[in-house]
């Protein structure tokens, strides 16, 4: 079965750093893009940026190049999101996608909630 | 890059059919091909529902179908069911290689 299964809840505080990750099994991980997706409570997608496994090609959302760091271990069919230095406004549900079409993301993970709160 | 544009919410009777427009610029909708549609029920994640403008995934009923007509997109759901209420959103391919979404439609079944 192809499936992205995410890693779990967090509750990190101002300042702290995070990273979350999205393993990929029952495909070529290195043969999709995987994107990754914000929601923030109650409001709509957003799409962040976007790693090429294979070679680790990365693309970011302008609104989002700088704040976030998208990374791939390809060894464990895992692709990361990480955050430096994490604010409230950081609070949201993260998904991470496989990109099946130049525009279309056809598998989706879980989704893993961040919380930012002092 | 701003969202594209789609209305709040959209609503319509049983068996009725609906349409929800997305408006984007030649930059996206009305540059590529590359527009897809997702249906998002309530604590679930996105679903794909129309890729390329208006190809159906194996498993999506015929009764979603997607047409584009210059920067604005469209998806159709026919034969509207209680199981089709949910926020739908549309996304685009942009000239900067990058994704953009759509402000999402809430669709009610009354």
């Known amino acids: 079965e192809v499936q992205l299964v995410q890693s779990g809840a967090e509750v990190k505080k101002p300042g702290e750093s995070l990273k979350i990750s999205c393993k990929a099994s029952g495909y070529s991980f290195t043969s999709y893009w995987i994107g990754w997706v914000r929601q923030m409570p109650g409001k709509g997608l957003e799409w962040m940026g976007i790693i090429y496994p294979g070679d680790s090609d990365t693309r970011y959302s302008p609104s989002f190049r700088g704040q976030v760091t998208i990374s791939a271990d390809k060894s464990i069919s895992t692709a990361y999101l990480q955050w430096s230095s994490l604010k409230a406004s950081d609070t949201a549900l993260y998904y991470c996608?496989?990109?099946?079409?130049?525009?279309?993301?056809?598998?989706w993970g879980q989704g893993t909630l961040v919380t930012v709160s002092s | 890059q701003s969202a594209l544009t789609q209305p709040a919410s959209v609503s319509g009777s049983p068996g009725q059919s609906i349409t929800i427009s997305c408006t984007g610029t030649?930059?996206?909708?009305?540059?590529?091909?590359?527009v897809s549609w997702y249906q998002q029920h309530p604590g679930k994640a996105p679903k794909l529902m129309i890729y390329d403008v208006s190809n159906r995934p194996s498993g999506v009923s015929n009764r979603f179908s997607g047409s584009k007509s210059g920067n604005t997109a469209s998806l159709t759901i026919s034969g509207l069911q209680a199981e089709d209420e949910a926020d739908y959103y549309c996304s685009s391919y942009t000239s900067s290689s990058t994704q953009v979404f759509g402000t999402g439609t809430k669709v009610t079944v009354l």
């Open positions: 996608a496989r990109r099946y079409s130049s525009g279309s993301y056809d598998i």
């Open positions: 030649s930059s996206d909708v009305g540059g590529y091909k590359y």
